[in-house]
Each structure stands twice: as structure tokens, then as C-alpha cells.
């Protein structure tokens, strides 16, 4: 399962907990998730922050790059509903309100272990 993540306006906290879900420590890799650069070859998106009117669109074609069949995981409180940002002048929305979202993960930031109890109810590893 290849998966690439999508900064779509966060505080970078939630990406620091990704990156932790795939360090050696948690090593996300084991249960089959990978994380790659490029949209065209993704099966999921991580996507993280509240969607800032700068992000929509890329959020937008970043989605529409990856093949189907494609998942979506929102992770972090902003991504589910805009968090601490929401009412903020660069927000858009939130993540289910520009692409359809499959999956949530909530928490601000979510741990390691939640997010890869995501990841392994996507990969059924
Ligand atoms: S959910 Fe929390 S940690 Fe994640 S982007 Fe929002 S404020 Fe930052």
C-alpha cells in the first residue's frame, strides 16, 4: 500500500506524528504501508491541517492524480473539522468538504499507534 501525504495547511504537528508512525520505532512499514512522492502511484492520502484556500485546489488535483480504486485517511482534529483554525481567514473547509474522506483519524495531534491503527484497517494487515 503505497501512501502519500498531503500537508494541506497543518501546524506540522500532526506530520511529525506521521513521521514517527514510520520510524523505527513504530515502523508503519512493517504492516505494509510506504510512503512515497508522487500521487500517480498512491493507493491512500494522509492528509492532514484544515484546507487553506491555497491548498484546496492542489489538495484537489493531488487527489484526482491517484488511481482508483484511492482512499482517503483525514488525520488530526483539523483535518476533520478545521481544529483550531476553523473560522480562520485562510481557511477553506475541512478535508471531507474538498475530497471525499473514507477515513478519520482524530487527535491533535493523533499518536503513532492511532495512526497506524488506520493505516492496518487499510492495508488488512
Ligand atoms: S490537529 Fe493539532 S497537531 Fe494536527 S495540524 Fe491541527 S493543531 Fe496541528
Known sequence: MQVRCVDAGSCNGCEIEIACAFNPVYDAERYGARLLASPRHADVALVTGPVTRNMAEPLRRTVAAMPEPRLVVAVG????????????????????DVVPVDLAVPGCPPRPDEIISALRRVTGR
Open 77 to 96: 482534529d483539523c483535518a476533520i473539522n478545521c481544529g483550531e483554525f476553523a473560522g480562520g481567514y485562510d481557511v477553506e473547509d475541512a478535508v471531507s
